[in-house]
């Protein structure tokens, strides 16, 4: 099983940016998605979570009101809808897959089961 990134790239602040992230293979039964960030020598952290059933969202502080998480699950997909981007939010991106407890929001790294490669996102100022 892998996931699949795409849509990084480089963009002006105040510029939007679409991620999306499939499941090549298959992953069996139900996973909640996770988007992470990973800043040069940051930590990665969480961006942004969603449930099996889209039901129940989660969104870090510094990007409420500006992303947008939202998945098909039909399509083995999530994305991540970056709007009013900042140059603070540079980093590589990871989107992953967490299978224990799909249906309750998941913020810590080791919750999660798959791992995407990591798609760059670079906001110039």
């Known amino acids: 099983v892998q996931l699949v990134e795409s849509g990084g790239g480089l963009v002006q602040a105040g510029g939007s940016l679409r991620l999306s992230c499939t499941v090549s293979?298959?992953?069996?039964?139900?996973?909640?998605w996770g988007w992470f960030r990973q800043a040069p020598g940051k930590e990665r952290e969480i961006v942004s979570a969603?449930?099996?059933?889209?039901?129940?969202?989660y969104y870090a502080e510094s990007v409420k009101g500006r992303f947008t998480i939202y998945r098909d699950n039909a399509e083995s997909t999530v994305y991540l809808q970056m709007n009013g981007l900042k140059p603070e939010d540079t980093a590589v991106y990871y989107c992953?897959?967490?299978?224990?407890?799909?249906?309750?929001?998941?913020?810590?790294?080791?919750?999660?089961?798959?791992w995407g490669q990591g798609t760059q996102v670079t906001v110039s100022s």
């Open positions: 969603i449930t099996w059933y889209g039901d129940n969202t």
């Open positions: 992953a897959a967490e299978t224990f407890e799909p249906n309750r929001i998941s913020v810590a790294t080791r919750e999660y089961d798959y």
């Open positions: 293979g298959r992953i069996i039964g139900t996973y909640a």
